[in-house]
């Protein structure tokens, strides 16, 4: 089981560090993705990060804002968000997968149950 957490409102232009912690299993084996849904659109592909750390996948619309990073240790994978916009407001989910394209929703194993992030203009 996941679970996401870290939401909230912030400001355009602030930060915010999501939080997906897993129960019940490791989650040093599986890649993590970070998925986000607007209200009234579909879902899309955030970022992701491979099992081990070293390998990070990007969508055009985060980088260089967005940040993965992954603690095996504790079985948890934090989101730095920065520079926040009102478009990035969105419900975000956490998702963790064995094998396959890390950017596609397809052929995730578990999912969190998403957490709400509100960028206010």
């Known amino acids: 089981q996941l679970q996401a957490s870290g939401g909230g409102l912030v400001q355009a232009g602030g930060s915010l560090r999501l939080s997906c912690a897993a129960s019940?299993?490791?989650?040093?084996?599986?890649?993590v993705g970070w998925f986000r849904q607007a209200p009234g659109k579909e879902r899309e592909f955030a970022i992701a990060?491979?099992?081990?750390?070293?390998?990070?996948y990007y969508a055009d619309s985060v980088k260089g804002r967005f940040i993965i990073s992954r603690d095996n240790a504790k079985n948890t994978v934090y989101l730095q968000m920065n520079s926040l916009k009102p478009e990035d407001t969105a419900v975000y989910y956490c998702?963790?997968?064995?094998?396959?394209?890390?950017?596609?929703?397809?052929?995730?194993?578990?999912w969190g149950q998403g957490t709400l992030v509100t960028v206010s203009s």
């Open positions: 998702a963790a997968k064995r094998s396959g394209a890390l950017s596609q929703a397809l052929g995730y194993d578990y």
């Open positions: 019940g299993r490791t989650l040093s084996s599986y890649a």
């Open positions: 990060i491979n099992w081990s750390g070293l390998n990070t």
